[in-house]
């Protein structure tokens, strides 16, 4: 606190000169009754004497400079380059700013003479910067102020250009000299950062500008404002769903089946719902991986272990524009997109690893690969594949070279490459989810939590900054994790079998997809928005969302739960004890009520227990949807 307040009693110094000696005692006793030195009394002269413009005194405190500057932190800083000065070299560059802006002063205020000496007896005897010296001499020209100050880019005679040459000489002296320009915002904002890097949930852009930032509390983010609560259930699919993957700009949502389909959904950008687009269809084997093309104007899908087809799909006509297949005994199963948009890289487990274009022309092969997942590099010439033996290999179609990235002791399900291309998310057999960075090839972390067996996988990096990692798991959950905390923030439940795929919204971080083979597409957002009425509904394991709409007097309550049910058509009974109980004068009659389903979603041939989407208006009024 001293260190601040210091610091603001400097800067009213600065700009408040009727007021300097009650200042200057008040900065004084501070340092005096806190030990603590702002700066050293040399330097606060020289700042006060540039800020007041009495160069004659700024120069004469440069002498008294000279011992501090000679110190191995004077450092000048020139643009990018830092380089150790001399003494005398120091000195010489900041007294040639001083006079610089004497001299532009002078101009300004009409006194071409007195510019002129400055010019000749003062700058010249330097030698320093002649180039510089000959622009100078060239404002003498100059008719007016108004076109000095554009000819040299200037803000005139005052507080704002003397500022600025504060800050350029400040460069040149050492921090425990003088005090480094706007250290106190500085600091004040590296803190911010530091909370918002410890904030578990932070999930957005936080604006620099500290005004915006409230410095009395610690920032911290709800988890209600997180992806872990289940914002749409998507059901469309009439077989488990192996994969789900959104679109480069976000706007849209891929999922594949064993159904033999691709579903590509529609992202409403204002309510952030999803509606059915297009079906693409014929997938016989069904469909396990996609891949969207850099533009979004194409979409990859590849089948299991024995499908030797691969699809490439014409996302905006929904036409099929290829169908590949080398040979009946191969295993395509995993593809990736070459950054260029026009190649794209495809393999199995049967020794297959192909480079081709957009028809399905074989540009070049790799034999005795045995691939289990693929991803491209940016470098446009780097292809990253996991194989049979535990690790991830480099392949280089250019120069036909390879090289051994990362090595696990248990197979590599599937992994994917962080935006930077810094970072490998690994969904390890019997191990779970491995963080490596292929920079340094070392292990990073092992997140706990999650079950993972033989099934294949797949995992995401996610959220603002990919700040998180989230995964599926064969106990029917979502995890979430912080990237830098190996336990988890958040377990999703919802699904009712194993989750096979998340994917994050690559523009929206608030908005997750999950497929699971209990048939579904979930979608995941923060907690739903409750009007005025201050009615907290809170649901921290995620089997259901609540939320309240409210019209006139009527309250209405639209619901996910899971509910038990004797058919499609008959009544089911919802238990609104699931869920926090509402403020209302019919709260009895909100406990149990009598529904209709349009919709269940039954979980197993010989299950009575589904998933119940409908809604409830108060007064004993049913409504569904």
Known sequence: MAVGRLQKT??????????????????????????????????????????????????????????????????????????????LGIIVRMKFLLLQQKYLEYLEDGKVLEALQVLRCELTPLKYNTERIHVLSGYLMCSHAEDLRAKAEWEGKGTASRSKLLDKLQTYLPPSVMLPPRRLQTLLRQAVELQRDRCLYHNTKLDSNLDSVSLLIDHVCSRRQFPCYTQQILTE???????CKFSNDGTKLATGSKDTTVIIWQVDPDTHLLKLLKTLEGHAYGVSYIAWSPDDNYLVACGPDDCSELWLWNVQTGELR?????SHEDSLTSVAWNPDGK???????????????????????????RVQCLWCLSDGKTVLASDTHQRIRGYNFEDLTDRNIVQEDHPIMSFTISKNGRLALLN??????????????????????VTQGFYTIHSCFGGHNEDFIASGSEDHKVYIWHKRSELPIAELTGHTRTVNCVSWNP???????????????????????????????????????????????????????????????????????????????????????????????????????????????????????
């Open 10 to 87: 400097q800067e009213r110094n600065n700009s408040r000169h009727p007021e300097e000696a009650q200042v200057s005692q008040t900065v004084d006793l501070l340092m005096q009754e806190s030990g603590c030195r702002l700066e050293h009394p040399s330097a606060t002269k020289f700042r006060n004497h540039v800020m007041e413009g009495d160069w004659d005194k700024a120069e004469n405190d440069l002498n008294e400079l000279k011992p501090l500057v000679h110190s191995p932190h004077a450092i000048v800083v020139r643009g990018a380059l830092e380089i150790s000065q001399t003494l």
């Open 237 to 243: 699919h009439c077989n488990e769903v192996w994969f």
């Open 322 to 326: 290829t169908k590949m297949s080398q």
């Open 343 to 369: 190649r794209f890289v495809t393999g199995g487990q049967r020794g297959q690893f192909y480079q081709c274009d957009l028809d399905g022309n074989l540009l070049d092969s790799w034999e005795g690969v």
């Open 428 to 449: 390890v057999a019997t191990q779970g989810v491995h963080l490596w960075d292929l920079q340094d090839r070392v292990l990073v972390r092992k997140y706990q939590g």
């Open 507 to 625: 523009q929206i971080p608030s908005m997750m997809a999950s497929a699971s083979d209990d048939g579904t597409v979930r979608i995941w957002g923060p907690a739903p928005f409750i009007d005025h009425q201050n009615i907290e509904v809170e649901d921290e394991c995620g089997d259901h969302s609540c939320y309240i709409e409210k019209s006139g007097n009527i309250s209405k309550i639209r619901f996910c739960v899971h509910a038990s049910y004797t058919s499609v058509t008959g009544q089911v009974n919802v238990l609104f004890n699931q869920i926090s109980k509402p403020s209302s004068d019919h709260e009895s009659d909100l406990v149990t009520h009598e529904v209709t389903p349009t919709y269940c979603h039954q979980q197993g041939p010989n299950s009575n227990t589904g998933i119940l989407c409908c809604s409830f208006v108060s007064n004993a009024v049913s409504d569904m949807w």
